[in-house]
């Protein structure tokens, strides 16, 4: 019973490796610059095992985009945590102020890497599975965290819960990115939330 115990404890370590290795391929180089070749040096796992551990190329890009996609999920829901977390009662400007931003030093990239998890998603239909077991578990947490916003927020003032299921959380940022200077900038972005995320 210790052997596979410790069987399947080297085999998790590894596949943490093959995915901590396709991350960062697909952070420097992109879905299109990914080469499982290359995954295997950086891990060294040779490739006969990163084929047995994953069931080959699509199920392995579907694992780490789905791990890239909730990594990106986590520090934004770290950011609304620190900046609204807590029981002292809150306002719209503190909601408003918990979102990102159209435009930030990491914004571009992280718009990115969320665009590259959605293109393959559409062709990659066990990332597409997972990705929507991982968004049912993510709008629960919202839920949950529109709850307590509501419960802190002034008497007669509601989160507006269509406004983060329908536009902030569907919005497509790739296109304000492609327009530089011309997209929505942090000011207007700000002010149309302010009118929108209460009722």
């Known amino acids: 019973m210790r052997g596979d115990v410790a069987v399947t404890q080297s085999t998790e370590e590894t596949k943490k490796r093959i995915l901590n290795a396709a991350r960062d391929e697909v952070v420097t180089r992109g879905v299109l610059g990914l080469r499982v070749a290359r995954i295997s040096e950086r891990s060294k796992v040779p490739l006969a095992s990163m084929y047995r551990i994953f069931n080959g190329r699509d199920s392995l890009l579907a694992q780490v985009m789905l791990h890239i996609y909730e990594e990106t999920f986590a520090e934004q829901y770290a950011v609304v945590q620190r900046n609204l977390g807590g029981t002292s009662p809150i306002s719209v400007d503190d909601i ?89 900038d942090n000011e207007r972005h700000r002010r149309l939330m302010m009118r929108l995320v209460v009722r």
Not at 117 to 127: S, W, Y
């Open 96 to 184: 408003v102020a918990s979102l990102p931003p159209p435009k930030s030093a990491t914004a571009a990239n992280d718009h990115s890497i969320r665009n590259q998890v959605m293109a393959v998603a559409a062709v990659n239909p066990e990332l597409r599975r997972l990705l929507a077991e991982s968004l049912r578990e993510k709008r629960k947490m919202l839920e949950e965290l529109f709850d307590d916003l509501d419960s802190r927020l002034p008497a007669g003032q509601s989160i507006d819960r269509d406004v983060f299921h329908v536009l902030v959380f569907n919005i497509n940022w790739l296109y304000n990115d492609l327009l530089g200077e011309d997209g929505v």
